[in-house]
């Protein structure tokens, strides 16, 4: 059996989410809509002092937290967490930014954002067999195209779950309940969120 990969340890994630990245990135966003600090809390449903803390660079945000934030921003959850790049960019197996899940044995990996002129970022998760991972309606306009890399997981809006293998596609709209759940350890999967 080969051993886990630097990114399956959930331990140390620091340099895997500069803070500076999203302070930055939720001041620029939340200054973009005119919004109080205290509105944007209420909206994404968090307490003032969470918000207040990842703005000033603290704190530890799952991807519970971050994607409420970008609902009520009205922006991709990649607007908060991508990092500035130039140029020429490869993001090897196992590093980029990576948040992992509160709720859930799940993590996303931002490969790419939506270039000007284009409405989707593609993320590369991984996810083992425990609690499914719910996740809310995303920005209104969203599909979600799943292609499983390794392993098995069932996932889709609620109540119309299917279960995928490797090399398995499905896609669905993201802008309503849906979830993910690992039915093999393991499991690995390639998603590509289409902003419409």
């Not at 909206?43 to 934030?69: F, Y």
């Not at 009205?74 to 930014?97: D, H, N, W, Y």
């Not at 996810?127 to 889709?156: D, F, N, W, Y």
Request: net charge negative; aromatic share 6%; with cysteine.
């Amino acid at each position: 059996m080969s051993e886990a990969p630097d990114w399956a340890d959930r331990s140390d994630r620091s340099d895997r989410l500069p803070m500076e990245w999203i302070a930055g990135s939720l001041k620029r966003e939340r200054a973009r809509v005119g919004l109080s600090l205290s509105e944007l809390a209420k909206r994404a449903g968090i307490a003032k002092s969470t918000l207040s803390q990842l703005e000033a660079g603290g704190g530890n945000p799952s991807v519970e937290t971050l994607w409420a934030l970008g609902v009520a921003l009205g922006v991709p959850f990649s607007a908060l967490v991508e990092p500035p790049v130039s140029g020429v960019q490869v993001i090897r197996a196992g590093e980029g930014p990576t948040v992992a899940s509160e709720r859930a044995d799940f993590a996303a990996t931002l490969l790419s954002s939506c270039p000007p002129g284009a409405r989707r970022d593609i993320y590369h998760l991984r996810m083992e067999p425990g609690a499914p991972r719910e996740s809310e309606p995303h920005i209104p306009g969203t599909v979600e195209h799943l292609v499983v890399c390794s392993g098995q997981v069932k996932a889709g809006p609620r109540g119309e779950t299917v279960e995928l293998n490797p090399g398995d596609y499905l896609t669905y709209r993201g802008d309503v309940p849906h979830s993910y759940e690992a039915l093999l350890p393991g499991t690995t999967f390639v998603l590509v969120m289409q902003h419409i």
